[in-house]
């Protein structure tokens, strides 16, 4: 069964840090690209970052840059998304979703293939 679960949320003061796990089953990380989104109290869902773990290219959001650092360890075929210097408006759900990638072609992170159930993170003010 292909899976994908997203953890590490949880509460935390505005400042702190946060670590989320992306932990894939039923297929192989490095075959995707996997992308990190969040989705906040009544807006609408927007991206966070992506990353391409077969060859290490990412990209973040402007507001993730500097911030929050993505990386990936095919061996537990897992991602990892550090967050620090965390804000009030970083409250939100966070998913993790897979795309099945070509290399040879510029990474991106949209019509995804599966899908995670969120992890919530709640920054305190």
């Known amino acids: 069964e292909v899976q994908l679960q997203a953890s590490g949320g949880g509460l935390v003061h505005a400042g702190g840090s946060l670590r989320l796990s992306c932990t894939a089953s039923?297929?192989?990380?490095?075959?995707?690209?996997i992308g990190w989104f969040r989705q906040a109290p009544g807006k609408e869902r927007e991206d966070v970052s992506c990353?391409?773990?077969?060859?290490?290219?990412?990209y973040y959001e402007d507001f993730a840059k500097g911030r929050f650092t993505v990386s990936g360890d095919n061996a537990k075929n897992t991602v990892y998304l550090q967050m620090n210097s965390l804000k009030p408006e970083d409250t939100a759900v966070y998913y993790c979703?897979?795309?099945?990638?070509?290399?040879?072609?510029?990474?991106?992170?949209?019509?995804?293939?599966?899908w995670g159930k969120g992890t919530l993170v709640t920054v305190s003010s």
């Open positions: 039923g297929f192989t990380l490095d075959d995707y690209a």
């Open positions: 990353i391409g773990t077969s060859d290490g290219s990412v």
């Open positions: 979703a897979a795309v099945k990638r070509d290399p040879r072609i510029r990474l991106f992170c949209y019509g995804m293939d599966y």
